[in-house]
């Protein structure tokens, strides 16, 4: 057990200002594998304030430098990908293969592929007799869950360095010992003091003090819809800039003429992979009526596959919540044709794979985010019902549709009120932008659009 004292302010580690610490667990056997400090309002204020002091100097930096910087970071990363893999596993539980191949390997794409846009976005541009100037927001507190752990940090923290921000990141209390890493990786990439800062600590303590300080200029959240809405009502209060990342209901749509065997192979293993801990997974499966006895059928055979393959749930709270979800859709009337709601090991929080049958669209089931491996199997009449289920949340952050051709679920897609949709199997694209319909959020990350949400205008009038 490793207990560390340090967070990461002005360029340097530095001792938290109060006692308190929070415990990392290994969610596979329940081990406390370090301590970490539980940062107060004092914490976050200090790391306010070393960004708001570099931010004059970083924000006056030429782009190319900013570029210069983020290759640097993408570089340290990939020398410490095998340790960001094994922290990934060891405090979130995800198998080591999923922590390289996705935990590791995403946030590396994307510090990359900011370092190419910081180098390449037209920071300045031309129209009537106006110049435009693309000038950094200011200040960003980030405040990160723990399901992407490091993805979700580097997804602000990258366009926000890219833009001419600095930022002070407060991540989950399940997952800080990745962030430390991340931290490492800015210093050895040069990026300079103040510029990035870490603050651990508790949701409503340090999460709460980081929204609330006066000097940070953007708020960026990614997590649940309850603490989102909180942060926005006080960033609103606040007259701040506010981007939320929150959950989704996704639905796989999957209409006749489909190849449906692998629709519902990769169906079943989108909602299972990382044991169902993803905001954008597809836990709702639409299939027409004639093919649904087939597709349940299918779906239970890949998710019993699965069996010992996935990882824990992130700790004992959430494998509670899951497992009470799964008692519900039971008590509800639906059927379990896969999984169900007894743990499946004596230690460590696992969730058996789980599918249910005879799901319909007003179920808690089919409308809540369960956070787990539960994959929902619903029927549809036709189209324009797969339509109204699909839009028959308060959520849309993702999709798929899969057809005999692109152009139908193309068409289908454009119909779906939500804001990313794989067609048939297509894959995850870290350009494209990511983010919320409805109550799954405001604004976009990654890419192009990811940047400019850390951007703002100016207008020059010649
Ligand atoms: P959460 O929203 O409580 O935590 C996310 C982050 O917000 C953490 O860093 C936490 O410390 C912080 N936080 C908590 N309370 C805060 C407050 N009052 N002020 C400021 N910051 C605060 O999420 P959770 O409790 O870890 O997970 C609960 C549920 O949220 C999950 O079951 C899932 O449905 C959802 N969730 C969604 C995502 C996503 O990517 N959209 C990620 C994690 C969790």
């Known amino acids: 057990?490793?207990?560390?004292?340090?967070?990461?302010?002005?360029?340097?580690?530095?001792p938290a200002a109060g006692p308190d610490v929070i415990e990392v667990v290994d969610p596979a056997d329940g081990q406390v594998i370090a301590t970490v400090p539980a940062g107060t309002v004092e914490d976050v204020d200090a790391a306010v304030r070393a960004a708001r002091a570099a931010l004059p100097a970083w924000a006056a930096t030429a782009p190319a430098e900013r570029a210069a910087r983020l290759a640097a970071l993408r570089d340290a990363l990939?020398?410490?990908?095998?340790?960001?893999?094994?922290?990934?596993?060891?405090?979130?539980g995800a198998p080591l293969k999923l922590s390289q191949t996705v935990h590791a390997a995403v946030p590396i794409a994307v510090a990359g592929s900011y370092a190419e846009l910081a180098a390449t976005y037209p920071f300045e541009e031309r129209t009537g007799n106006s110049t435009v100037l693309h000038e950094p927001v200011g200040v960003v507190g980030a405040i990160t869950p723990w399901n992407y752990p490091l993805h979700q940090i580097v997804a602000k923290a990258a366009p926000a360095l890219a833009a001419g921000c600095t930022i002070v990141v407060k991540p989950a209390e399940d997952t800080p010992l990745v962030a430390r890493l991340l931290a490492e990786a800015m210093h050895e990439a040069g990026v300079p003091a103040g510029v990035f800062n870490l603050v651990t600590g508790l949701g409503p303590v340090a999460g709460q003090a980081l929204a609330e300080h006066p000097g940070?200029?953007?708020?960026?959240?990614?997590?649940?819809?309850a603490v989102g809405r909180r942060i926005g009502a006080v960033a609103a209060a606040a007259v701040k800039k506010v981007a939320l990342e929150l959950g989704g209901?996704?639905?796989?749509?999957?209409?006749?003429?489909?190849?449906?065997?692998?629709?519902?192979?990769?169906?079943?293993?989108?909602?299972?992979?990382?044991s169902g801990q993803t905001c954008s997974a597809w836990t709702r499966m639409l299939v027409h009526r004639d093919q649904y006895?087939?597709?349940?059928?299918?779906?239970?055979?890949?998710?019993?596959?699965?069996?010992?393959?996935?990882?824990?749930l992130v700790n004992a709270t959430q494998q509670e919540r899951v497992?009470?979800?799964?008692?519900?859709?039971?008590?509800?009337?639906?059927?379990?044709?896969a999984g169900g709601p007894d743990a499946p090991r004596e230690r460590g929080c696992f969730v058996r794979p789980t599918v249910f049958a005879d799901v319909t669209p007003e179920m808690t089931i089919a409308q809540e985010e369960i956070f787990g491996p539960v994959l929902s199997v619903l029927r549809y009449e036709d189209e324009e019902d797969a339509l109204r289920i699909a839009n028959g949340t308060v959520y849309g952050l993702a999709g798929a549709v899969w057809a005999a051709d692109e152009a139908r679920a193309t068409a289908f897609a454009r119909r779906m009120e939500t804001g990313q949709v794989d067609i048939n199997g297509g894959r995850f694209n870290p350009l494209a932008p990511f983010g919320g319909y409805k109550q799954s959020g405001v604004g976009r990350e990654l890419g192009v659009h990811g940047l400019t949400e850390y951007l703002q205008t100016k207008s020059l009038q010649f």
């Open 1 to 14: 057990m490793k207990a560390y004292d340090g967070m990461y302010i002005d360029g340097a580690w530095r």
């Open 78 to 92: 990939v020398a410490r990908q095998d340790e960001i893999a094994r922290t990934v596993t060891a405090e979130l």
């Open 216 to 225: 940070v200029d953007l708020v960026s959240f990614t997590g649940s819809t």
């Open 249 to 274: 209901k996704s639905a796989n749509v999957i209409l006749p003429g489909a190849d449906l065997a692998r629709a519902v192979n990769v169906g079943v293993a989108n909602v299972m992979s990382n």
């Open 293 to 312: 006895d087939e597709a349940v059928e299918l779906a239970a055979a890949a998710a019993a596959k699965y069996g010992d393959r996935i990882g824990p």
């Open 323 to 337: 497992l009470g979800y799964i008692e519900k859709g039971v008590a509800e009337g639906a059927r379990l044709v």
